[in-house]
C-alpha cells in the first residue's frame, strides 16, 4: 500500500523557515509527480508547490514563488518543501500527493488540481503568528 507521511510542520514566527518531509518510499520511479497542497480552515486546498522527478522542473503558487523550494532527495525516497520568509497568511494544514507516470505536458498545466493526484499523506499543521 502506498504510503505518503508527511512531518515538520510546527509553530513559528513571522519571518521564520520551516522544512516540511515527505516520506514517499512507494515514488522511487523516474516520472512521478509529486506536490504540496495547503488547506486553511474555510478555504479550498491550495496547490503550493509541483514536481516532476523525471526532470526535475518545479512549480509554484504565485504566492509562495521565492520562499518556498520543493525538492527530493537523491535517494528518491522522500520530497521536501523549503518554507522561508513565513507569513501568518501561509498558516495551513500542509498535505504532500503523488502519482505515479504522470505526463509532463500535461502536469505543466494541471499540477495544482488536487484531482491530478492518487495518494495523500495526512497533512501536517504549520501555524505561523506574527
Known amino acids: 500500500q502506498v504510503q505518503l507521511v508527511e512531518s515538520g510542520g510546527g509553530s513559528v514566527q513571522a519571518g521564520g523557515s520551516l522544512r516540511l518531509s515527505c516520506a514517499a518510499s512507494?515514488?522511487?520511479?523516474?516520472?512521478?509527480?509529486m506536490g504540496w497542497f495547503r488547506q486553511a480552515p474555510g478555504k479550498e486546498r491550495e496547490g503550493v508547490a509541483g514536481f516532476y522527478t523525471g526532470s526535475g522542473v518545479t512549480y509554484y503558487a504565485d504566492s509562495v514563488k521565492g520562499r518556498f523550494t520543493i525538492s527530493r532527495d537523491n535517494a528518491k525516497t522522500a520530497v521536501y518543501l523549503q518554507m522561508n520568509g513565513l507569513k501568518p497568511e501561509d498558516t495551513a494544514m500542509y498535505y504532500c500527493?503523488?502519482?505515479?507516470?504522470?505526463?509532463?505536458?500535461?502536469?505543466?498545466?494541471?499540477?495544482?488540481?488536487?484531482?491530478?493526484?492518487?495518494?495523500w499523506g495526512q497533512g501536517t499543521q504549520v501555524t505561523v503568528s506574527s
Open positions: 500527493a503523488a502519482v505515479a507516470f504522470c505526463q509532463p505536458f500535461r502536469y505543466r498545466v494541471t499540477w495544482s488540481r488536487a484531482d491530478e493526484y492518487n495518494d
Open positions: 512507494s515514488y522511487t520511479y523516474s516520472n512521478n509527480c
